[in-house]
């Protein structure tokens, strides 16, 4: 049995009896590689059909549930975390300029591209017109070149 196919026979098998918190599970969650990490997640889909982040929503309300599956989807995939992120920030009343900054700046010259591009999916509106929806000045300008909005 490979490491990854037994990892996620572990994962499964403490999820299922709600053993959140086990050292295992933090273990295999905080000490793999990303290509590791990604191989476990799949075989963990296709041996018990459902991904993992789907399993453990079976406490919406626990905390620790949902710092584990926004781990799970920050390291799987990013550019739909973030998006979040910023969706969040910018539909605040008023928006949460620290948020929007620490993702913009962060991941300006990481992955702002399908940052963008899921925006764009998730909320039929593109980034660069959202934040200059939500801001002014020189903030707006600083934030629209750093995603690459052209003539910022």
């Given at each position: ?5 037994s990892e996620a026979k572990i994962l ?80 605040k009343l008023g928006s949460d300029e ?5 993702v913009v700046t962060t991941r300006a ?44």
């Amino acid at each position: 049995m490979t490491l990854a196919k037994s990892e996620a026979k572990i994962l499964h098998d403490k999820i299922s009896d709600k053993h959140y918190t086990d050292e295992e599970v933090i273990r295999i969650v905080s000490t793999r590689s990303k290509a590791q990490l990604n191989a476990t997640l799949n075989h963990y889909n296709t041996s018990f059909g459902n991904a993992i982040n789907k399993d453990l929503k079976a406490d919406p309300s626990d905390e620790f549930l949902k710092l584990l599956r926004a781990v799970i989807k920050c390291f799987t995939t990013p550019e739909q975390y973030f998006e979040k992120v910023l969706r969040q920030a910018i539909n605040k009343l008023g928006s949460d300029e620290w948020a929007l900054t620490r993702v913009v700046t962060t991941r300006a010259e990481v992955d702002m591209v399908r940052i963008k591009e899921a925006y764009q999916r998730r909320n039929s509106i593109p980034l660069e017109q959202a934040i200059a929806k939500d801001t002014s000045g020189d903030y707006e300008k600083f934030l629209l070149a750093l995603i690459g909005a052209g003539d910022a």
